[in-house]
């Protein structure tokens, strides 16, 4: 028998984050951090990160922030997702998320997210909500 794979670790296995460069630096308790370094195949025709990547980085902070509220019990997918671009993110992006309420039912989580560069200046804030769904 197969052993199954630990959820928790579903985040490496995902090669489009491998593809971007992007490291989890914590997933715990409702809260995530990611982190993503530029690079020129990421920037756009300014030279800051493209506004995808920045997308990237808070829808999956916001779901890891989901699941770890559920100690990775299911996987979270995302249903909305409203994002603000405040200045072009340049160097080292620090994506922030946290879970901010649940429904009655449990079944649908809101979260947000920021995303700073490394003078600490703030890129990005989103809000979204998110839908547990049993592993596959």
Not at 1 to 23: C, E, I, T, W
Not at 37 to 64: K, Q
Not at 73 to 96: E, F, I
Request: proline letters at 4%; a negative charge; one cysteine or more.
């Amino acid at each position: 028998m197969d052993a199954q794979p630990d959820p928790r670790q579903a985040f490496s296995a995902v090669p489009f984050m491998h593809l971007l460069g992007v490291k989890r630096e914590f997933s715990q308790g409702g809260r995530a951090r990611l982190t993503v370094d530029t690079r020129p195949e990421l920037e756009n025709y300014i030279h800051a990160m493209h506004g995808g990547v920045v997308a990237t980085l808070v829808d999956v902070v916001m779901a890891s922030a989901a699941v770890s509220r559920i100690d990775f019990a299911k996987t979270a997918v995302t249903l909305t997702m409203n994002t603000s671009y405040l200045q072009p993110g340049r160097g080292r992006l620090t994506a922030d998320g946290e879970v901010i309420s649940v429904d009655d039912d449990g079944d649908v989580v809101q979260c947000q997210a920021r995303v700073t560069d490394a003078q600490g200046a703030v890129v990005a804030h989103s809000i979204g909500s998110f839908r547990y769904l049993a592993h596959r």
